[in-house]
């Protein structure tokens, strides 16, 4: 926790050195690109640290590949990658050669696109059975995720490689030895659009029709898996005592918390808990 904090507070703050490695072709004076392009490199330690931070959470971990992990695991995947091609750039003279190219489109789409898109379809199925009080369906979850999954990668990262070669962005007209790789990018990224219709009907159809979701699907230990989904508008009839520590799996006779009133409060076994009548839904 302590490496993961450090780790955050070091990128704020290197944040604010590495801008100039977007302007390495600008014509700017060399006194500034050579303590930029250092920053630049040196922010991916904080960066790697953040990564394997989150490996160790997983590791010898019991991993039930639902949907949300899917999604979980391939924006490691594909942050990791997006994070490799920005060490390459953080050097000028490889920066200078594939400036205004496709490589540059793969590497910020690895970073954004795999860094945040990823984990917002990860949080939305995630949270999807507390908001709604509804399942979804498990399997168009998972064809959701190998579309995206595979076609961006089949749109992506075939740049990296034409970029490599020469082939700039932002061009209408280009060299006819690029053709057949940019017709099957194109065909990859229509694929890749098209993969969010799974996820749209998935959310609406089984908002509408989903089978009831219960109070923990995912059988987690915070507070909000302890009450009836979706939530009661008070949460809970009395302010609940919280025991143990929040990810205690695995632990023989961990308890979490206590959700009586004290005078008539008992430690509650993690995952063992079940939802009052007057907490039930009635949506």
């Given at each position: 926790?302590?490496?993961?904090?450090?780790?955050?507070?070091?990128?704020?703050?290197?944040?604010?050195?590495?801008?100039?490695?977007?302007?390495?072709?600008?014509?700017?004076?060399?006194?500034?690109?050579?303590?930029?392009?250092?920053?630049?490199?040196?922010?991916?330690?904080?960066?790697?640290?953040?990564?394997?931070?989150?490996?160790?959470?997983?590791?010898?971990?019991?991993?039930?590949?639902?949907?949300?992990?899917?999604?979980?695991?391939?924006?490691?995947?594909?942050?990791?990658?997006?994070?490799?091609?920005?060490?390459?750039?953080?050097?000028?003279?490889?920066?200078?050669?594939?400036s205004?190219?496709?490589?540059?489109?793969?590497?910020?789409?690895?970073?954004?696109?795999?860094?945040?898109l990823?984990?917002?379809?990860?949080?939305?199925?995630?949270?999807?059975?507390?908001?709604?009080g509804?399942?979804?369906?498990?399997?168009?979850?998972?064809?959701?995720?190998?579309?995206?999954?595979?076609?961006?990668?089949?749109?992506?990262?075939?740049?990296?490689?034409?970029?490599?070669?020469?082939?700039?962005?932002?061009?209408?007209?280009?060299?006819?030895?690029?053709?057949?790789?940019?017709?099957?990018?194109?065909?990859?990224?229509?694929?890749?659009?098209?993969s969010?219709?799974?996820?749209?009907?998935?959310?609406?159809?089984?908002?509408?029709?989903?089978?009831?979701?219960?109070?923990?699907?995912?059988?987690?230990?915070?507070?909000?898996?302890?009450?009836?989904?979706?939530?009661?508008?008070?949460?809970?009839?009395?302010?609940?005592?919280?025991v143990?520590?929040?990810?205690?799996?695995?632990?023989?006779?961990?308890?979490?918390?206590?959700?009586?009133?004290?005078?008539?409060?008992?430690?509650?076994?993690?995952?063992?808990?079940?939802?009052p009548?007057?907490?039930e839904?009635?949506?």
């Open positions: 926790y302590r490496m993961m904090a450090f780790s955050l507070l070091a990128i704020v703050v290197l944040g604010f050195t590495v801008w100039a490695h977007h302007m390495f072709v600008s014509g700017m004076s060399p006194w500034i690109r050579i303590p930029m392009m250092i920053t630049t490199a040196i922010i991916a330690v904080p960066t790697g640290i953040k990564i394997f931070s989150w490996l160790a959470t997983l590791w010898r971990g019991v991993l039930h590949l639902d949907t949300p992990m899917l999604f979980a695991l391939g924006f490691l995947t594909m942050f990791t990658l997006g994070g490799i091609s920005g060490v390459m750039l953080a050097m000028i003279p490889f920066d200078i050669h594939v205004q190219t496709y490589f540059i489109v793969a590497h910020i789409h690895y970073v954004l696109f795999g860094g945040s990823f984990t917002i379809f990860a949080g939305v199925y995630y949270w999807f059975p507390k908001m709604t509804r399942m979804y369906d498990e399997r168009l979850g998972k064809w959701h995720f190998w579309l995206t999954f595979v076609f961006f990668n089949l749109t992506f990262g075939p740049m990296h490689l034409i970029g490599i070669q020469g082939m700039p962005r932002r061009v209408a007209e280009y060299a006819a030895k690029f053709a057949a790789w940019n017709l099957f990018i194109s065909i990859s990224a229509f694929i890749l659009g098209a969010t219709l799974v996820f749209l009907y998935n959310i609406v159809a089984s908002w509408r029709y989903g089978p009831r979701a219960p109070s923990n699907p995912w059988r987690g230990l915070t507070l909000e898996w302890q009450v009836s989904s979706p939530p009661p508008i008070f949460n809970f009839d009395a302010v609940p005592t919280v143990g520590g929040p990810y205690e799996y695995g632990v023989p006779g961990a308890v979490h918390g206590i959700f009586k009133p004290p005078t008539e409060a008992k430690p509650v076994a993690a995952g063992a808990f079940s939802t009548p007057s907490q839904s009635h949506t």
